[in-house]
């Protein structure tokens, strides 16, 4: 079982920057692959980043793309989202999920996660 935990969300401005943190808890953080997924009222949830085990690999959805950046810490069984120019469309709730990267392949993107946590709301006023 892993347990998520995410944090950093709030009102922010358009043009602003947040940073949103997913703390771990559970079985071996470093072989899960991380991702934060978003879901905006009304709408379905949106793969926004996903980062790879050891963290050297990302990849991101092309709306969030050269505004976001997604981390992790191993050592310290932490994942972050760094985002940046800020649009009212990016107004979601922010989930973060884990994968059990279990042949270390060093996949940034899975079409399925299986651990997420409870979210935290992000809201960009214009």
């Known amino acids: 079982q892993v347990q998520l935990v995410e944090s950093g969300g709030g009102l922010v401005q358009a043009g602003g920057s947040r940073r949103l943190s997913c703390a771990a808890s559970?079985?071996?953080?470093?072989?899960?692959?991380m991702a934060w997924v978003r879901q905006a009222p009304g709408k379905e949830r949106e793969f926004a980043a996903g980062?790879?085990?050891?963290?050297?690999?990302?990849y991101y959805a092309d709306s969030v793309k050269g505004r976001f950046t997604i981390s992790r810490d191993n050592a310290k069984n932490m994942a972050y989202l760094q985002m940046g120019s800020l649009k009212p469309e990016d107004t979601a709730v922010y989930y973060c999920?884990?994968?059990?990267?279990?042949?270390?392949?060093?996949?940034?993107?899975?079409?399925?996660?299986?651990?997420w946590g409870q979210g935290t709301q992000v809201t960009v006023s214009s």
């Open positions: 980062i790879s085990w050891s963290g050297v690999n990302t």
């Open positions: 559970g079985r071996a953080f470093s072989t899960y692959a």
């Open positions: 999920a884990s994968r059990f990267d279990y042949l270390y392949s060093g996949r940034a993107y899975f079409t399925n996660y299986d651990y």
